[in-house]
């Protein structure tokens, strides 16, 4: 294996390109109990359009139905119980970008991982399997709608895309999961389950070697390429400025999506750390902002922001709960603005980039969360622990611009009131 030159971060980890393509990671920690493995595959809710020239579109949620059908195997064995029997907590999630599958163990973690891999690469479906799951799958989206929360955010991507199809709920439609079938299922683990299209990811005291034979014995001997997903044409602006849906809720939900545009040449780690900075010094804790809003009665303990990143595009989304949401976005726009003209102060910057340096670093020792960020990076065709560097470069100017790019025109918000 080749060790990463980890900078600052002092890790040892190590990473091996296999003959078949699958890219492997061992974040070495040594003395520590818990071991996490992680398989995950670039193939998510957005990837809609088969590989290939040509390709037909597949029903929305597909992704998200395979996670949940790739625990059967062909000789009766349920996955999960399997675990249960090493002293495992296995799980596995699907996002818009990308569906993982993982463990954490402190015993057996060599058992474990044969069998994470023996499972992600043994597609078993039945007609009458698949049919039960849909019924399942169906009580998931109507629970998910009856959910203030996830309605707020799968209304809020409605409304600010409109070609993408991160506009669509990660798990489908009703309409669009009644089109899935058995063969829907095969042929899209064949075309996205590839070793070249996923990455195998362990973090703990673990044995770099080890892993490698492991990945290199089990894993499938064919040849296949990275899925690039194809442009949509997104515009800049929003798709709609607001949107209003009733539910009962004790106070007014709401949730604001800046839609911006990653800049040429910025890697999308470097845009979301950029981002992130920004939107620290604009609205964090720390802020004058956030002070203002807290003693006017705007907002409370539930406000909170984050970049959201995906294949083709991301946004800056703001959630909370107020009794005059128009008002948080006007006050957010208009520091925004303000910010932009006058510039960063240098001190509030350089504490908000500490803080933010600070929260990346206490990832490192969590060796599941450390596993899905290298996963996620290393999906999106960049690196991890490229971090560093990007922290050292990231200045208040750079920040400012990304507050620059704040409009009304590429700013929606939707309300959930009663």
């Not at 499972?119 to 109507?142: A, C, D, N």
């Amino acid at each position: 294996m080749t060790a990463i030159d980890t900078g600052v971060m002092g890790e040892l980890a190590y990473t091996e390109k296999l003959p078949n393509g699958l890219a492997v990671f061992v974040m070495k920690k040594p003395g520590f109990q818990k071991k996490a493995g992680m398989l995950a595959v670039n193939y998510g809710s957005d990837h809609i359009m088969l590989p290939g020239a040509g390709a037909a579109a597949t029903p929305a949620g597909v992704a998200h139905f395979l996670e949940h059908k790739m625990f059967d195997m062909p000789d009766g064995r349920n996955v999960l119980q399997v675990y249960g029997e090493l002293g495992a907590s296995p799980n596995a999630f699907t996002s818009h970008s990308m569906t993982a599958y993982h463990f954490e163990a402190t015993e057996r973690f060599g058992e474990c991982l044969e069998l994470l891999l023996d499972f992600v690469y043994t597609p078993y479906y039945t007609p009458e399997s698949v049919e039960k799951e849909r019924g399942i799958i169906g009580q998931e989206l109507s629970m998910y709608r009856d959910m203030p929360g996830m309605r707020l955010f799968e209304e809020l991507l409605a409304l600010t895309y409109v070609k993408h199809p991160v506009r669509l709920p990660i798990g489908g439609t009703h309409a669009s999961v009644a089109e899935i079938t058995a063969r829907t299922l095969y042929d899209c683990h064949s075309a996205f389950y590839a070793p070249a299209n996923m990455v195998l990811c362990a973090a703990g005291d673990v044995e770099p070697d080890e892993i490698v034979e492991m990945a290199a014995r089990i894993s499938p001997d064919r040849a296949s390429e990275r899925y690039i997903m194809p442009e949509t044409g997104e515009p800049d602006c929003v798709g709609g400025l607001e949107l209003t849906v009733d539910m009962d809720v004790p106070l007014p939900l709401f949730g604001i999506a800046v839609k911006l545009r990653r800049p040429d040449g910025v890697s999308r780690l470097e845009w979301e750390t950029l981002i992130k900075l920004a939107s620290e010094c604009l609205a964090g804790m720390s802020s004058p902002l956030y002070s203002e809003l807290y003693e006017d009665g705007l907002i409370d303990g539930a406000f909170g922001f984050d970049p959201f990143m995906f294949d083709g595009g991301s946004c800056l989304l703001f959630t909370g709960q107020s009794r005059e949401p128009d008002a948080v976005r006007g006050r957010l726009l208009t520091e925004a603005r303000r910010l932009s003209a006058d510039g960063i102060p240098a001190e509030l910057f350089e504490r908000v980039k500490r803080s933010c340096w600070g929260a990346r670093m206490r990832i490192l020792d969590a060796p599941l969360d450390y596993s899905r960020q290298v996963a996620a990076r290393y999906l999106a065709g960049e690196d991890f622990f490229w971090l560093p560097g990007i922290f050292a470069r990231a200045g208040a100017g750079a920040a400012a611009g990304v507050l620059r790019r704040i409009t009304e025109e590429n700013t929606a918000i939707v309300r959930i009131t009663r």
